[in-house]
């Protein structure tokens, strides 16, 4: 079974600064993908990032960028030069073989003006 | 415009009374989910269908059922709503191949049982 970690239930971070927002996983498996998710308030929830296990190299999305510690089962999400459209929810999720995604707890990242 | 679309968005109703959540895609997406999202919790798997004629009970138990009659819908139902069934209820779909394109949401339902 695979299980998906948040430790971070609030993260805050200033306009213009960078956040990093943690997420561990376990699965048994060699190949799954990771992913990250942003809820907006009342708004829908969106893909913002994903990572094949099998590629050493970080993924990368304009300001969103992860840091990939396979060995360490470890996801974390930078989110560089934040802004205030960045507030939301998100969340950390696993999936491998094409079965169903498995989610995190959520962080709730608030930006400051 | 392609996308997901669940109505109501909020819905406040009473003890015992029978309720349908609707979810509609218009992607043609094969996989469509429902999950159970309560604040602070990572968000349940209550059931998913892999296409027309298929629905199954995802791992967190649940009174709800549901149907996939067409593609591009697949309503939840509570047949009598108690307060323990107070949530908000989240559609995705997906592609066929899920890993590589990820999940596609709906904005959710909000349910509040009184």
């Known amino acids: 079974a695979q299980t998906v970690t948040q430790s971070q239930p609030e993260m805050s971070v200033q306009e213009a600064e960078t956040v990093t927002l943690s997420c561990t996983y376990d699965?048994?498996?060699?190949?799954?993908?990771l992913f990250w998710y942003k809820q907006p308030p009342s708004r829908q929830m969106i893909l913002v990032i994903r990572?094949?296990?099998?590629?050493?190299q970080n993924a990368t999305e304009n300001r969103f960028s992860v840091n990939f510690q396979k060995a360490a089962k470890s996801f974390s999400l930078k989110i560089s030069d934040s802004q205030l459209g960045d507030a939301a929810m998100y969340f950390c999720a696993s999936m491998y073989n094409n079965n169903d995604m498995r989610f995190g707890a959520g962080t709730r990242l608030t930006v400051k003006p | 415009e392609a996308d997901i679309y669940q109505t109501p968005r909020y819905l406040v109703i009473g003890t015992g009374k029978k309720i349908t959540l609707e979810c509609s895609q218009t992607m043609g997406h094969d996989k469509m989910y429902w999950y159970q999202q309560d604040p602070g919790m990572e968000l349940h798997l209550i059931h998913y269908?892999?296409?027309?004629?298929?629905?199954e009970k995802g791992d967190l138990s649940s009174e709800s059922t549901v149907s996939r009659i067409r593609t591009e819908h697949f309503p939840l139902t509570l047949e009598s709503a108690r307060p323990s069934h107070t949530s908000q209820y989240l559609c995705?779909?997906?592609?066929?191949?899920?890993?590589?394109?990820?999940?596609?949401f709906g904005s959710g339902t909000r349910l509040t049982v009184v």
């Open positions: 995705a779909s997906s592609e066929w191949d899920s890993l590589n394109y990820g999940y596609t």
């Open positions: 269908s892999y296409g027309v004629n298929s629905t």
């Open positions: 990572q094949e296990a099998y590629k050493q």
């Open positions: 699965t048994s498996e060699s190949d799954y993908y």
